[in-house]
């Protein structure tokens, strides 16, 4: 069974400041893998998805890349702001036929100073 | 872009009673929604797959009967707690694949406080 990991689960950082999140999951055989933001009591935010042809995505401040071999992504945060406080969480979908559901990582929880 | 709306955001009930959740595609159809439960400080745990027209498949260890689950459209899928307890209290969060191109919306959660 895929299992997804995130490093470190909680960061805290001065604003301002550029920072990188660390996806891991133990089964390579990926359709793609999301980046979700989930503020306190809210629902998941889309931030990013990468297909497991692609090796990053980019929105704004934010760059997800993705090696598929190595069952790791990263998500980057540029000149990080008060507001990107949040809860981080990636998940991926298996490529199996049938397979419609995510595995969702443990989460990072994010801190920025201001 | 394509939006699940879920409601309530927020409900408290008594021990006993019933409580249903609905969730929408907005602006597109999903044949196919998921059912979250999400412990604090925890990450989301799946709890069943909603299929429009037929029976919810349930994760292992989700009681069927307790958490019903029914499809009956394209656009809705309602989640069922009966007969609650306080230790069903928890958050709720729905979703649905939109497409390979965008991935999985979610709904913006339930919290479910049973008294």
């Known amino acids: 069974k895929q299992e997804v990991t995130q490093i470190p689960a909680a960061l805290s950082v001065p604003e301002g400041e550029n920072l990188v999140l660390n996806c891991s999951f133990t089964?390579?055989?990926?359709?793609?893998l999301q980046w979700f933001r989930q503020d306190p009591g809210k629902g998941l935010t889309s931030l990013l998805l990468i297909q497991s042809s692609q090796r990053e995505q980019t929105s704004g401040r934010l760059n997800a890349s993705l090696d598929k071999s190595s069952g790791r992504s990263t998500l980057y945060i540029a000149a990080s702001q008060p507001g990107d406080s949040a809860t981080y969480l990636c998940?991926?979908?298996?490529?199996?036929?049938?397979?419609?559901?995510?595995?969702f990582g443990t989460g990072t929880r994010l801190t920025v100073i201001p | 872009g394509a939006v699940v709306s879920q409601h309530p955001s927020r409900v408290i009930c008594k021990s006993g009673t019933s409580v249903k959740i609905e969730c929408r595609s907005l602006?597109?159809?999903?044949?196919?929604m998921f059912w979250y439960r999400q412990f604090p400080k925890q990450s989301l745990m799946l709890m069943a797959t909603?299929?429009?027209?037929?029976?919810?498949?349930?994760e292992q260890g989700v009681e069927k009967d307790k958490f019903l689950i029914n499809h009956a459209s394209l656009t809705l899928s309602t989640l069922t707690v009966t007969s609650a307890h306080p230790e069903d209290s928890s958050f709720y969060i729905c979703?649905?694949?939109?497409?390979?191109?965008?991935?999985?919306?979610f709904g913006s959660g339930t919290r479910l406080t049973v008294v």
């Open positions: 909603s299929n429009e027209g037929s029976k919810a498949t349930y």
């Open positions: 998940a991926v979908k298996g490529d199996q036929t049938g397979a419609n559901n995510l595995f």
């Open positions: 602006d597109f159809q999903a044949t196919t």
């Open positions: 089964d390579s055989a990926i359709y793609n």
């Open positions: 979703s649905a694949r939109v497409g390979s191109l965008y991935g999985y919306t």
